[in-house]
């Protein structure tokens, strides 16, 4: 069901429409995974919301050489990763520069998991019930690396929740969840911010800020 109610004020208004969307979902011990840096506003008021534990996953882009917005795929910090083989074809991509970007994003992946976390254990998602949230899709990329690398830690049952998607690929994203929560599926789609009338850019100390104040909250409860 789309949601035409565009454009959000911000990505905190996205999060409190979804969470009153995933509200109506029987979840069992739901854990909230949100993709940094601007999903993880996102993902704090969703957690709230749905009194789910919260923690991050960060999926990088793989970038091509003379395009940085096109995708050639994406990684995590485990060096899990996802190739979109038509593109990389077509772009006639060389596997040393190939070499690079994923050794250079695993880094940064790595980088923010360990900075943004502090060193807190992860939690355990087998069992449970996950939603993985970002402040949009576009490319489809880091959201397909990251359900496949959450897959592997067997949930019982795992959503993506995202406030805007391409229409064109509804269907390809609904095939790496369980369930696919949105707001709205434009057919004209040249970015994310767009669909925003406030879209700053969100900071490391904004992420380590967001995070460690929610989980500061729920110690306190």
Known sequence: MSDPGFPLEDRAEAGRRLASRLA??????????????????????????????????????????????????AVMHDGSVFLNEQVIAARAVGETYMRIEKEAEIRESMRRFNTYRGGRMYPSLEGRDVIIVDDGIATGATMFVAAGWV?????????????????EMLDSVRGQADELVYLGAPVLFSG???????FPQVGDEDVMRMLNGFWDRERRK
């Open 24 to 73: 109506g979902i029987r979840l069992e011990r739901p854990v909230v995974l949100a993709i940094p840096r601007g999903g993880v506003v996102l993902g704090c008021e969703i957690a709230g919301a749905l009194d789910a534990e919260l923690d991050i996953v960060t999926p990088r882009k793989l970038k091509d050489e003379h395009d940085p917005e096109l995708a050639l795929g």
């Open 151 to 167: 897959r592997k830690q067997e949930p019982r049952r795992m959503t993506i929740a995202v406030p805007v998607i391409p229409a």
């Open 192 to 198: 994310i911010g767009q669909f925003y009338r406030n």
